[in-house]
């Protein structure tokens, strides 16, 4: 099995409620091609690079997954026919992307678990 990564863009003119399904769907075609979801990262709405669909906002979402290379296939042409999706990028990670991003995890996991003081005291030490 390989370990994929995909980012996808959902359009800004969702509900909370409306997101949130829309991952779940994903994340559902994910779990019925037997792959196994590693990391899921939320990360909100941003602002694009450059307008698509003339919309200059999106809701990015982050899946970390291991999988065979069959459904990657699969869950491509569910984005294409969710209306929802505006743009989307999967690829396969190396051994190398694969121990970047448990790094990247673990650190995030550590910073969610510190304390508002010790984020203060290491915010202060870095300015």
Known sequence: MNRYE?????????????MKEAVEKFKDVLA?????????????????AYPIQKKSTG??????FEAEPTIVKRLETEYRRDERVIRFLTFRLDKDAIAYAEKRVAK????????????ATEENKEA
Do not use: H, M
Request: charged share 25%.
């Open 6 to 18: 995909t980012v996808f863009i959902l359009t800004p003119v969702l509900s909370d409620d409306q």
């Open 32 to 48: 019925q091609n037997d792959a196994k979801l590693v990391n899921e990262e939320l990360w909100g709405l941003r602002k694009l």
């Open 59 to 64: 809701f990015y979402v982050l899946f970390e």
């Open 108 to 119: 995030r996991a550590a910073k969610a678990t510190e304390t508002p003081v010790e984020v």
